[in-house]
C-alpha cells in the first residue's frame, strides 16, 4: 500500500523531467532538423557569416579573457572577506544578469558614449568607443562578468580554508597560496563560471546593438548576423545558429568532462 501510495509521486516527478527536457531540447534539435546538414554547411560559405562568426570568436575570447583576469581575484576577495559594504559589491556585480539587454546597452551609452558620464573624458583621451570594435568587447564583458564572478566567488568559498592556513603557516604569501591552493582547488568552479561567461558572451544581442550597432566586420557579431539574416535567408541564419549551438555546447561538455578529471584527481591524491 505504501509503495502504491508513493508511486503516482514517482511518476509525476519523471512527467516533470520528460516535459522540461522534451520542451528544453526540441527548439535545439529542431535547429539542426530544420534543414539537412549539408545545406546548413553551405550557408556558412558566406563571407558575411564567416566575419560575424569570426568577429563573435574573437570579442567574446578578448572579454572573457578580461573576466577571468580581473574577476579571478576579485571574486577570490568577496568569497573571503567580510567588509562594509560587501552586500551591496555583491548586489552590483549581480544587476546586470537581470537588467534587459536593451536596458544595458542604454547603461553603456549613459556612461561610456559620447554624451555620457565619461564621454568627454575619453574624447578628450581621444578614445571613441562607440559603433567600435572595442564597444563590442565592453558588451560583452558586461553582460557575460557576473555569470564568472559569481561562479568564481562561490567556488572560491567553497575551498578548505585549514589548507589555506596551512600554506600560510608553512611560510607561503596569501599571494601564493592564492595561486598555488585556492586557484586548483577552485578550477572546476572556475572552469563552470568560464563557460557560462563565454556562452553568454557568444550570444549577447541587445546591449551589443544598442552601444556598438551592427557593421559588418566592424560590429557585426553572429547574433545580429542572424537577426540580420532572418527576413532574407532562414536557412542561412539556422545555419549560424546551429554552428553557436555546436560551440556553446562543445563549452558545457568539455568543462563538464574537465571537472570530473579535476574531481577524480583530487580524489586519487
Given at each position: 500500500m505504501s509503495s502504491g501510495k508513493h508511486g503516482w509521486f514517482a511518476c509525476l516527478l519523471v512527467?516533470?523531467?520528460?516535459?522540461?527536457?522534451?520542451?528544453?531540447?526540441?527548439?535545439?534539435?529542431?535547429?539542426?532538423?530544420?534543414?539537412?546538414?549539408?545545406?546548413?554547411?553551405?550557408?556558412?560559405?558566406?563571407?558575411?557569416?564567416l566575419e560575424a562568426l569570426r568577429l563573435s570568436l574573437e570579442c567574446s575570447s578578448i572579454a572573457v579573457a578580461i573576466i577571468v583576469v580581473v574577476?579571478?581575484?576579485a571574486a577570490y576577495l568577496l568569497a573571503t572577506r567580510n567588509f562594509r559594504g560587501r552586500a551591496l559589491a555583491v548586489t552590483v556585480v549581480?544587476?546586470?544578469?537581470?537588467?534587459?539587454?536593451?536596458?544595458?546597452?542604454?547603461?553603456?551609452l549613459a556612461a561610456l558614449g559620447p554624451n555620457g558620464l565619461l564621454g568627454p573624458a575619453l574624447q578628450d583621451a581621444g578614445i571613441?568607443?562607440?559603433?567600435?570594435?572595442?564597444?563590442?568587447v565592453i558588451a560583452l564583458t558586461?553582460?557575460?562578468?557576473?555569470?564568472?564572478?559569481?561562479?568564481?566567488?562561490?567556488?572560491?568559498?567553497?575551498?578548505d580554508r585549514t589548507?589555506?592556513?596551512?600554506?600560510?603557516?608553512?611560510?607561503?604569501?596569501?599571494?601564493?597560496?592564492?595561486?598555488?591552493?585556492?586557484?586548483p582547488a577552485a578550477l572546476p568552479g572556475l572552469g563552470a563560471g568560464l563557460a557560462l561567461a563565454w556562452g553568454r558572451a557568444l550570444g549577447e544581442f541587445g546591449a551589443t546593438l544598442m552601444f556598438a550597432g551592427?557593421?559588418?566586420?566592424?560590429?557585426?557579431?553572429a547574433p545580429l548576423a542572424i537577426y540580420e539574416q532572418f527576413g532574407t535567408n532562414f536557412t542561412a541564419?539556422?545555419?549560424?545558429?546551429?554552428?553557436?549551438?555546436?560551440?556553446?555546447?562543445?563549452?558545457?561538455?568539455?568543462?563538464?568532462l574537465f571537472g570530473g578529471q579535476a574531481a577524480l584527481g583530487r580524489v586519487e591524491s
Open positions: 512527467l516533470a523531467l520528460s516535459v522540461t527536457l522534451t520542451f528544453l531540447f526540441l527548439p535545439i534539435v529542431a535547429i539542426f532538423v530544420d534543414s539537412g546538414p549539408a545545406q546548413l554547411l553551405s550557408t556558412l560559405g558566406d563571407p558575411s557569416s574577476g579571478t581575484p549581480e544587476l546586470p544578469l537581470v537588467l534587459p539587454p536593451a536596458v544595458a546597452g542604454i547603461a553603456l571613441t568607443l562607440v559603433l567600435q570594435t572595442a564597444a563590442v558586461f553582460v557575460s562578468a557576473p555569470f564568472y564572478v559569481r561562479q568564481a566567488q562561490s567556488a572560491f568559498g567553497a575551498v589548507w589555506m592556513d596551512a600554506s600560510r603557516t608553512l611560510g607561503a604569501s596569501e599571494a601564493r597560496s592564492f595561486l598555488r591552493i585556492a586557484i551592427s557593421f559588418r566586420g566592424i560590429t557585426q557579431t541564419a539556422l545555419g549560424l545558429s546551429a554552428v553557436l549551438v555546436a560551440i556553446s555546447g562543445a563549452l558545457l561538455l568539455t568543462v563538464k
